[in-house]
């Protein structure tokens, strides 16, 4: 699949040309699940395999769903938030997580933020900006229910500002979430973070990065992705001293582990890497690695 290189709102990533069609839309129940816990036997009414729309929730942009054609009742379900100025059509082609869900059978749901250059109101205070947190738990018992999907293996991952708000629902949905993935994720406008319980953190960052950097903005670094993790390692209980290694050629992580619960906290540091998924096609440094083969490998290995 060829991929070429566009600016979305200021940043530039690349997109995949082609990719799955979106077939019809789907009415689901309008009642909104605020706990998995809600989600009794018998409460889901799985729709046929395929990328589809949901039904529009709260009148936003429909949530493209993918289910993969061997996807049994009770697969895994990774929530997947585009960056700004992406919509869920153009996060889905730019990772290729649909492509990796129809290979490991595992259910993928993109929603797309509000706004002519769609962005997620990551600190809650935007002006004019919905609840976003409130919106994505929605999407989450709406999707566990369209699809049956396990209602204790629910991640959460995304890009840039979608990274943000990936980290801000590990944060504010730690009873719907079993892990999160943020990657180039800006995280200098995250709120205090108080999670119910201990959830599993994989960050992945380029050092190049000139729209969220690496070390931060200003001479108080704000939003620096050390900074993030160290508040991780606090929240999840996890050891002092990190394991090292290099899974591909400019890849250094890190991992702390075990922490609290059996979590743990990742990271994936891509030396001198732009803003961005890393390891897409154009990446030919770094070949070997994936954000989305990485992501979901991480995701998948916990439950809440």
Known sequence: MRRRARVLGGVLVTLAI??????????????????????????????????????????????????????????????ALPG???????????????????????????PTATGRRPFWNISGRSAGKPDDVAYLRTVIGAALRATCADAARVGVTGVSNGGGMSAR?????????????????????????HPARPVAIMEIHG???RVVPYAGKGADGFGAVPRFLAQWLRLDGCPRTSARRSPAHGVDELRWAPCSAG????????????????GTDDDSGRRGFSSTAQTWAFLSAYRR
């Open 169 to 193: 629902m590990a944060c504010d949905a730690a009873d719907l979430v079993s892990a999160a993935a943020p990657v180039a994720g800006g995280y200098g406008s995250l709120p205090d973070c």
């Open 18 to 79: 082609g990719g799955a069609a979106v077939a019809g839309t789907y009415a689901l129940p309008q009642r909104a699940n605020r706990r998995a816990s809600d989600l009794g036997p018998g409460a889901c009414t799985p729709l046929p395999a395929g990328t589809q729309r949901m039904a529009s929730i709260d009148g936003r942009i429909p949530v493209v769903l993918h289910i993969p054609r061997h996807a049994a009742r009770g697969a895994p379900l990774v929530l």
């Open 84 to 110: 700004a100025g992406q919509t869920a059509s153009d996060f889905a082609r730019y990772t290729g997580y649909s492509r990796l869900a129809d290979q490991r059978n595992f259910i993928v749901a993109f």
């Open 263 to 278: 979590t743990a906290v990742v990271h994936e540091r891509i030396q001198d890497a732009d803003h961005g998924w890393p």
């Open 207 to 209: 050092t190049g990065d």
